[in-house]
């Protein structure tokens, strides 16, 4: 009997060692085991004092640092998607991860160094056409520097989209409204006109285009100068601009504008303009637009009477005798003259051997810096010059200078270009009998059509010569 107990005292282990077995045999997966563990009804309950694997194997990440982000971004600033409607947007930026980083971060380095983001698939945005919105996006943060990569999603509001009402008709189209002519700018050339609107647009970076010295530039055209014009001319100032243009009932309040390039063509007196027009503030959604403006009328060069230009040049009896002085060609025509038999003795300086091309271009270089101007308006009466002016700057030179630009340009009475080479066909003539030197030469001044640009360097499509002559004398002793 002792025997049969002792082997029904044994039974229960045997049996629950085989079970053992097989339950190692089949040992299901940590899931499945923690998902049977509430079904077993106590059997291998786990332990109260188990470790939960949530809180010490694997611990919760912390993603507060994200609380401080925006939930609203706005897109406007991007042009690529601001001019799409919501839908149409979403397409794209879907998939533009990396401007949606840069959107939600906004410059924090830190943040977007620690955050990998991804737009949630599996959720579906709204969209709100009327408005320019796209709302309900689910954007998923994940770590970049985590074992486990864990994640969190939080929703955001896109904006900034075409809405419905950016379909209609852009009011700036209307905005401005080009006036006639006025019948003082008439008698302006448009070059200067040209120059002068784009001076006050952005006087600082103009300023660099002037020369310096007794010169007429910006400085000198802007107001009223009644030295240079007559006094029916206003001058030029930041209102030349509304001479030109009117502004539609409503809108002038709403937009701001702005000329950003010119062009002239003082050939056939045409000014062209293009105007940047944009919003006032950011109430208005509607995209900003460049407008081109054409004006016809203004002056023109007159190629058929060339003294009628405005611009008169003289050489005086007292400059042209420091000329012989400083170059030397009384002993040169003196010669030329006792070793000729010929009466006419009309000597050209630029086809004589006499006259080498150092020779030629000191004399060129010195009757330019004697060079006198005198500006006449017969036709138009706007232009008017009380004072004798001079081609070159000279410091010791009391006449201001009509170069008022770098690289021997002027604005006043038109832009041009003149140097040494200027001087054209230059003739001596000496009269044995009474001694008298003669002078007289060309003065070649060219007239331009140019592109539109902002006129800070010097582009020219078209050009167009007149020629000034001028002849001045001299006894010599």
């Known amino acids: 009997m002792k025997k049969v107990n002792k082997f029904l005292a044994a039974l229960p282990a045997i049996f629950i060692t085989s079970l053992s077995a097989i339950s190692c045999t089949n040992k299901p997966n940590k899931i499945d085991i923690d998902n049977n563990n509430n079904n077993n009804n106590g059997v291998n309950k786990p332990d109260n004092n188990h470790k939960k694997p949530d809180s010490q194997n694997n611990p919760v990440e912390d993603f507060k640092d994200l609380d401080s982000l925006k939930t609203e971004i706005d897109f406007q600033h991007y042009n690529f998607y601001k001019e799409k409607d919501p839908i149409t947007a979403w397409s794209s930026l879907k998939n533009d991860t990396e401007t949606i980083s840069k959107s939600i971060f906004e410059g924090n380095i830190e943040l977007k160094n620690k955050y990998r983001l991804e737009v949630d698939s599996n959720t579906n945005p709204s969209f709100d056409q009327e408005n320019g919105v796209i709302n309900n996006v689910s954007i998923k943060f994940i770590k970049t520097i985590s074992s486990n990569s864990q994640s969190v999603t939080k929703k955001f509001t896109f904006k900034g989209f075409k809405g419905k009402e ?46 310096s010295g007794n010169v007429i530039n910006f400085e000198e055209l802007k107001n009223v100068n009644h030295n240079l014009f007559r006094d029916k001319f206003g001058g030029f100032s930041v209102g030349t601009k509304e001479l030109l243009f009117d502004y539609k009932d409503g809108l002038e309040k709403l937009y701001k504008n702005k000329i950003t390039q010119a062009s002239f063509d003082d050939i056939n007196g045409i000014l062209k303009l293009s105007i940047d027009i944009q919003n006032s503030d950011n109430s208005s959604r509607e995209p900003s637009i460049v407008k081109e403006f054409t004006f016809k009328g203004f002056r023109k060069a007159n190629f058929k009477n060339p003294e009628q230009n405005v611009i008169s040049i003289f050489l005086t009896q007292s400059d042209f005798r420091e000329i012989i002085k400083t170059t030397n060609i009384e002993k040169i025509i003196k010669n030329i003259v006792e070793k000729s038999n010929n009466t006419d003795n009309n000597i050209s300086v630029e086809n004589n051997s006499h006259f080498n091309e150092f020779l030629t271009k000191q004399i060129k270089r010195e009757v330019l810096k004697k060079l006198k101007v005198t500006i006449i308006d017969n036709e138009h009466s706007i232009y008017n010059s009380t004072q004798t002016l001079a081609i070159q700057n000279q410091k010791n030179g009391n006449e201001r200078s009509i170069l008022g630009l770098n690289g021997n340009m002027s604005l006043y009475p038109f832009n041009t270009q003149i140097t040494s080479d200027s001087i054209k066909e230059i003739y001596l003539n000496y009269e044995k009998e009474n001694k008298k030197l003669k002078i007289e030469f060309n003065l070649e001044i060219p007239f331009y059509s140019t592109p539109l640009s902002d006129l800070r360097s010097h582009a020219v499509s078209l050009e167009k010569k007149i020629l000034l002559k001028t002849t001045s004398q001299y006894t010599l002793n």
């Open 166 to 211: 950016n379909n209609f008709v852009n009011n700036k189209n209307d905005y401005l409204i080009q006036k006639e002519l006025d019948e003082n700018l008439k008698g302006i050339f448009p070059s200067m006109m040209a120059y002068m609107l784009l001076y006050f647009e952005n006087v600082n970076e103009y300023e660099k285009l002037q020369a």
